[in-house]
């Protein structure tokens, strides 16, 4: 069974601007989740979407957005990028359903570097 | 607020050396515990949820352990392939997936 993919691995990008990440969850999965990994903050939940509806955002500015289709893939997009969005952008996918199913699993991340 | 805290920060150990990490956390209702390990410039691997205090699972030379307020994971007789950052999250009982994460313990197994 194919993991979580993300695309692309590596992006470079200069300030202002903007950037779009893509996911494609583990077959059969309803529920992506977004998070940034920085040496300074660790992890951090961006969003989470479920069917197409974003279900939980977290504490990030209103540049950070991201979609769900309906075959589950995910994206997200930054707007005008900051030095400080360089990170590791890691995308995970679940079951969404409850028990078992809520175990999430990551893809090996998109390093976004902001000059 | 919910938290995650992991202690020690970094862990050195020879190699068959055992010993444990923590995980302690406040949330409001727990729906899971998870741990995973990361290699650097990779994405977390899964490895363990806990859903209930009493609740043990072992996997290989790792076993993990949950009480109300924390997390064990204990490495028994570790190899050099065991080094990696072992990172604790968990998550709330709100109807979403979002994990809280620790800020991981760097572990280093020397032969």
């Known amino acids: ?13 200069t300030r202002g601007q903007q950037v779009t990440l893509s996911c494609s969850p583990i077959s059969g999965h309803r529920s992506v989740s977004w998070y940034q ?67 999430q699993f990551f893809g090996p991340g998109t390093r976004l570097t902001v000059l | 607020e ?25 949330v409001s ?15 977390p691997e899964f490895l363990f949820t806990l859903y209930s205090a009493g609740e043990e699972k072992e996997k290989e030379r790792l076993k993990a352990t949950l009480t109300k307020k924390e997390s064990f994971l204990h490495i028994t ?4 392939e065991d080094s990696a950052t072992y990172l604790c999250a968990v998550q709330a009982l709100n109807n979403t997936d979002k994990l809280i994460f620790g800020t991981g313990t760097r572990l280093q197994v020397f032969p």
């Open chain 1, 1 to 13: 069974k194919a993991g979580v993919t993300q695309t692309p691995r590596y992006l470079i990008k």
């Open chain 1, 37 to 103: 990994q920085t040496p300074g903050q660790g992890l951090q939940f961006l969003f989470e979407y479920f069917s197409e509806t974003q279900r939980n955002k977290g504490n990030f500015p209103g540049r950070f957005s991201g979609r769900q289709f309906s075959n589950s893939r995910s994206e997200m997009n930054v707007s005008t990028l900051e030095l400080g969005d360089s990170a590791l952008y890691l995308c995970a996918s679940s079951g969404g359903a409850g028990g078992s199913y809520n175990e």
């Open chain 2, 2 to 26: 919910d938290q995650v805290t992991q202690s020690p920060e970094a862990l050195r150990l020879q190699e068959g050396e055992s010993s444990s990490l923590n995980c302690s956390y406040t």
């Open chain 2, 29 to 43: 209702g727990l729906r899971g515990l998870f741990w995973y390990r990361q290699d650097p410039g990779k994405g």
């Open chain 2, 77 to 80: 007789a570790p190899k050099p």
